[in-house]
């Protein structure tokens, strides 16, 4: 009879509470800050050209080879107004091969990649999941901006102790003294960026 009572306590307040999922596509909830969606590529607005060089690092670390990329030589680097001698030529993501694994932001050198909070992206033809250069600048442009106007620094492939604001943690005895606590190395320096 008590357990009976209990199980009947239980389905009340469940009928009581607030749903907590939404009726989908109808209506989304807001995604977490730091979601990672697809790839998108940095628009350098500073110079007017992509952040990308082309330099294929990305597409080489790509576990399921869903890039393709091309570099040629930079104009503009001629001309003395860029600091990148090979720019992007081509750029193509396969996104239905995409995992999300972000090695590719990882790895650039040119932090000229940045995982996005796009995921809605169904479509009838597979032909319609290759995402052009134009629009994985378009994506990145409007995820940077999105996420400065929230007071959230996008990450890109920099170490952390290269993000502007990085405050390095208290050492502590060991680190000091220069080996990890799991007997491991330090922090390494940070490498000079190439441009
Ligand atoms: S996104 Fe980065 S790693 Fe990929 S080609 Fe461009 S510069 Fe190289
Ligand atoms: S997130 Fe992973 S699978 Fe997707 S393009 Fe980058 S490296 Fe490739």
Redesign the pocket.
Known sequence: MIGALKALSTTLKTLLRRPVTVQYPQRHLPLQPRYMGF?GLIWDAKVGESACTGCMA?AR????E??VVTMKDNPLFKEGRSPRRKIVDQYE?DIAN???????VEVCNFDAIVMTDVHELAAPARSQFLIDRETLHHWGTDYVQRMRARGIEPTTGAPPWERPGYKRPQASASRQAGTSPEGGEAEPAAAPKEG
Do not use: A, G
Request: aromatic residues 0%; neutral net charge.
């Open positions: 790839p990305c670390v790509c576990p399921t869903c890039i993501l995409c995992i999300l694994c972000s090695l590719c």
